[in-house]
């Protein structure tokens, strides 16, 4: 059903201290410095469609650095607007490409990276800074070292976290970064890594200004790299209304040409019908995430077009192990037996995603396809639970309140879950949590349940496993089931040690089984990614790994050029020498 879908419509550490809760409040208030205190009255201006597009999306903003970034809407759709990493993959052929790395070499089996940069990238000019130089491997050094040196000036700054190589314990894994010459770095491991390039090629892993870094140490405001953001994407930051909208004003100076629009405003304000009726109205031109419930509507209008695609994607239900009942692997496979996983593609999805077979995506080279975790069967749950002696149990289950790319109703979700599980004699108190504080609470361990999920730009398997489940991930904060296994580390750390496919895959159908027998998460779906826009628009790229640039995106009725514009770079070099596969 998913597929002829997509057919038919096409012929994102134990207990969390009060330090670090606060310093993320602090950065949510204080982000960025140029934010203004909200005005009534509409967000964008009128004019904007002479000149731009508006993007309409509900998600919350807690740093404009992609490095400290969990995942939403700093990593998949702003990142790829205002930063550009040393590689990139394809959206089409899944293939790692060069981006602001030329060329690339692997040496040592594995264990030694050698990056060419690519010459003449500008950095933005901004409000806040006026570069005085092209991308070096200055640059390069700083970005990397700033994350894994905890010694370095800037690695502490707004809070010192960046969690998605924290939970892959990328600093115990470098053993040093080089630079071998203006434009050329050594990267060496202390063991091979056959998913580091990969990882690399995230959003994750922007390239930053080191100008920009000493002239903020210069001036003692060193903090605001994360809030006034500088980078060598194809649009800049140029205005920030907390909880309305984000102005995006284009980089004249884009290394791969001028982007077709002037500007982009993200439109945070609107959520669930609010956001289908500023598209259907016009006063949105491009509508992420829309609720599969809409489909009809959006099919059936005239001035709507819909791209659809699968995605590196799963949503799933983290059980907190360290608290009883659930630390108890028996219970979790009880309550999992309780949760009538159709209904909710019918429900929520209506056609859009397929059932979760295992928390790594069917799009993933090393999916299995005989992984089983999913089975709907409500009285063998009442008689497991009444062995174990579970009687009127009572959970709470938090969720996100807003809309996700791999839940288009978190809300929803919830809901039916509770229904399903009072079936079976458990009471669940749906919580409703939204971005920042979600963060914070979940690390503070108190919940039982939580709605989570999982979107990644790279179709690596460790982009998965490890930061949603190894031990690390807990103390970077992206473990939300707080489950520890050092089987299960060891098994991941084998499979990153062998350059075959075939034996990586193995592995990973070892950590699979080791999951289904724990089962600290219970993978629910795994959803395409939707995007719904207006007639006029074209040059949109709906990947599988988060948005592309938007640098490529025009209207169709605006027919005159700039003059002197250079002539854009496909988005994705496939004749590279240093393609990878």
Known sequence: ??????????????????????????MALTLPA??????????????????????????????????????GLMVDTLAAQMYDRLLGVDPYTYRLVPELAQRWEVADNGSTYRFTLRRDVPFQQT?????????????????????????????????????????????????????????????RLNSPDA????????????????????????????????????????????????????????????????????QVVIDLGSGGTGRLSKLLTGECDV???????????????????????????VAYLAFNVRKPPLDDSRVRHAIALAINNVRLMQSIYYGTAETASSILPRAS????????????????????????????????????????????????TAELIQADLAQVGINVTVVPVEGRFQEARLMEMNHDLTLAGWATDSNDPDSV???????????????????????FDQVLQDAL?????????????????ILSEQLPVLPLASSLRMQAYRYDMRGLVLSPFGNASFAGVYRDDDHQENPGARQMEPSAEKTSAGEQP
């Open 287 to 313: 509508l992420a995430y829309p609720a599969a419930s809409q489909l009809s509507i959006l099919r059936n209008d005239p001035r709507l077009r819909l791209s659809l695609r699968p995605g590196m994607n």
């Open 195 to 262: 998913s580091f390039l990969w990882h690399l090629a995230t959003h994750y892993a922007p390239i930053l200004s080191a100008e920009y870094a000493h002239q903020l140490t210069q001036i003692d405001r060193r903090e605001q790299i994360d809030r006034q953001p500088v980078g060598t994407g194809p649009y800049r930051l140029d205005e920030y209304r907390y909880g309305q909208y984000v102005r995006l004003k284009r980089n004249d100076d884009y290394w791969r040409g001028q982007p077709r629009m002037e």
């Open 497 to 513: 040690s062998s350059q075959q496919l075939s034996r990586r895959i193995e592995h990973y159908k070892s950590a699979n089984h």
């Open 365 to 412: 080279w090393a999916f299995d396809n005989e992984a089983r975790v999913t089975e709907y069967n409500p009285e063998k749950a009442r008689q497991q639970l009444k062995a174990l002696g579970i009687h009127n149990l009572q959970l709470q289950l938090w969720v996100p309140s807003g809309s996700q790319s791999y839940n288009p109703s978190p809300v929803k």
């Open 127 to 187: 409000q806040w800074f006026t570069p005085t130089r092209m991308m070096n491997a200055d640059d390069v050094l700083f970005s990397f070292q700033r994350m894994l040196d905890k010694k370095h000036p800037f690695h502490d700054i707004n809070g010192g976290e960046y969690p998605y190589f924290d939970s892959l314990q990328l600093a115990d894994s470098v053993q040093s970064i080089r630079k071998l010459g203006d434009y050329s770095v050594e990267i």
């Open 1 to 26: 059903m998913l597929y002829t879908l997509v057919n038919c419509i096409l012929s994102e550490n134990a207990r969390m201290s009060g330090k670090h809760f606060f310093a993320l409040a602090l």
């Open 34 to 71: 140029l934010a203004q205190t909200p005005q009534p009255g509409p967000t964008p201006p009128e004019d904007i469609r002479h000149s731009g597009f508006v993007y309409c999306v509900n998600d919350v903003l807690n740093t404009f650095n992609p490095q400290m970034a969990r995942s």
């Open 465 to 487: 496993f490890r930061p949603l489940l190894s031990c690390a991930a807990i103390r970077s904060q992206t473990n939300y089931a707080h489950w520890c296994d050092p089987g």
